[in-house]
Nanobody, 129 residues
């Protein structure tokens, strides 16, 4: 079975940066789609960033709210997915989840939760004003 373990969350002041990591086991990061979602108290889960492809050909996708600030990447040799978050805002405060899938139907549906069938337990990001 696939296991995903997120790390790198914490507390930071507005304008600061954090780098989240998602270590995968039982799954190769180059397979199909991988993404980051987040959920804040009182809000529904939303897609943040997604990546598709391998080290030779990679496509990335971002929610409008994080474009220009967040960057998703992967390191195949470490079987790890990353989310670099810069210029953080208080409304970025949320639990962040890593997700991957073995479904080919994820392509073109990057921020649809049902596109992913494996999820991590999340890492908390708190941004203070």
């Amino acid at each position: 079975q696939v296991q995903l373990v997120e790390s790198g969350g914490g507390s930071v002041q507005a304008g600061g940066s954090l780098r989240l990591s998602c270590a995968a086991s039982g799954y190769r990061v180059s397979n199909y789609c991988m993404g980051w979602f987040r959920q804040a108290p009182g809000k529904e889960r939303e897609g943040v960033a997604a990546i598709y492809g391998d080290t030779g050909r990679i496509s990335t996708y971002y929610a409008d709210s994080v474009k220009g600030r967040f960057s998703i990447s992967q390191v195949y040799a470490k079987n790890t997915l990353y989310l670099q978050m810069n210029s953080l805002k208080p409304d970025d405060t949320a639990m962040y989840y890593c997700a991957v899938t073995s479904k080919s139907t994820c392509r073109g549906r990057w921020f649809v939760g049902d596109s992913y069938n494996y999820w991590g337990q999340g890492t908390q990001v708190t941004v203070s004003a």
